[in-house]
């Protein structure tokens, strides 16, 4: 049985939704109260910097992968050709 | 939004302290966070050392990266929602009622208000070997009121605190007994 790579890529944009509403609920948790003070505001700031990087990076790493690529799962042969002890 | 509109400040009334738990408490988290970044770098040698091909096959290639990336923004969020939890946790001391906001978790709050001139007794105690060396601990508060107990948890400078309380509370109760 096999399914395309880009399977993977929906799950990883679903779990980006899920990252970008989280976000989204702490940052309108700190305006209502009141909270965005310089401390807040700098964590908020780190955050949102190493997010977007984290973001560029994978973006970067998974330029011109052939997303319609063939995963076979179930399959013990295909994990045999993956992992090969270096012994 | 400004804090006085969110306890809905009255027009007598003026914010005399407005206390967070000591920042020096939220330092393990920041340690534990950091440990957690660094963790992958010592998995992908770890990887690289045992099953050489692993990462030049296409396909494991692209779900390690995406996987990476989950686990790193997945990190970056709990860091972030404690943050906000701990950070939202807030006691805002007026000199007519003490406001004790807790955020529990994400999307549970509870908020408390104690009149200054139902305070019965305030005890303050700094116990622990950092507690001692940063100064902050708990402020532990009495009521006569619906709100029997209320405990203002490593906040810095306890004894002064209790001072400050103490006063107000004696202030309060001359305005209202008069």
């Known amino acids: 049985m096999s399914i395309p790579l880009y399977i993977f890529l929906f799950i990883y944009f679903a779990f980006l939704i899920i990252f970008v509403f989280f976000s989204v609920v702490n940052i309108i948790h700190i305006i209502r109260t009141g909270s965005l003070t310089f401390a807040s505001f700098i964590i908020t700031t780190i955050i949102g910097a190493m997010t977007i990087f984290t973001l560029f990076f994978t973006w970067a790493l998974l330029t011109g992968t052939n997303w319609q690529t063939p995963v076979n799962i179930l399959n013990i042969n295909n994990a045999n050709d993956v992992i090969n002890f270096n012994v | 939004m400004q804090i006085d509109s969110v306890i809905h400040l009255k027009s007598y009334e003026q914010i005399k302290l407005l206390l967070r738990r000591h920042a020096i408490t939220f330092l393990p988290l920041i340690g534990i966070f950091i440990i957690l970044l660094l963790m992958p770098i010592g998995v992908y040698f770890l990887i690289n050392a045992i099953f050489p091909t692993f990462l030049t096959n296409t396909i494991t290639y692209t779900l390690m990266v995406l996987f990476a990336s989950i686990y790193y923004l997945s990190i970056y969020l709990f860091f972030y929602s404690y943050f906000v939890t701990?950070?939202?946790?807030?006691?805002?001391?007026?000199?007519?009622?003490?406001?004790?906001?807790?955020?529990?978790?994400?999307?549970?709050?509870?908020?408390?208000?104690?009149?200054?001139?139902?305070?019965?007794?305030?005890?303050?105690?700094?116990?622990?070997?950092?507690?001692?060396?940063?100064?902050?601990?708990?402020?532990?508060?009495?009521?006569?009121?619906?709100?029997?107990?209320?405990?203002?948890?490593?906040?810095?400078?306890?004894?002064?605190?209790?001072?400050?309380?103490?006063?107000?509370?004696?202030?309060?109760?001359d305005y209202h007994n008069k």
């Open chain 2, 86 to 173: 701990f950070y939202l946790d807030l006691w805002i001391i007026t000199n007519d009622r003490l406001v004790d906001i807790r955020q529990v978790t994400l999307f549970a709050r509870t908020i408390a208000e104690i009149d200054l001139y139902q305070i019965q007794d305030i005890s303050s105690d700094v116990s622990g070997f950092f507690p001692s060396l940063f100064n902050y601990g708990n402020v532990s508060i009495q009521t006569a009121g619906t709100i029997p107990k209320c405990i203002l948890y490593n906040v810095p400078d306890p004894h002064h605190i209790r001072q400050v309380i103490l006063e107000l509370s004696a202030k309060d109760k």
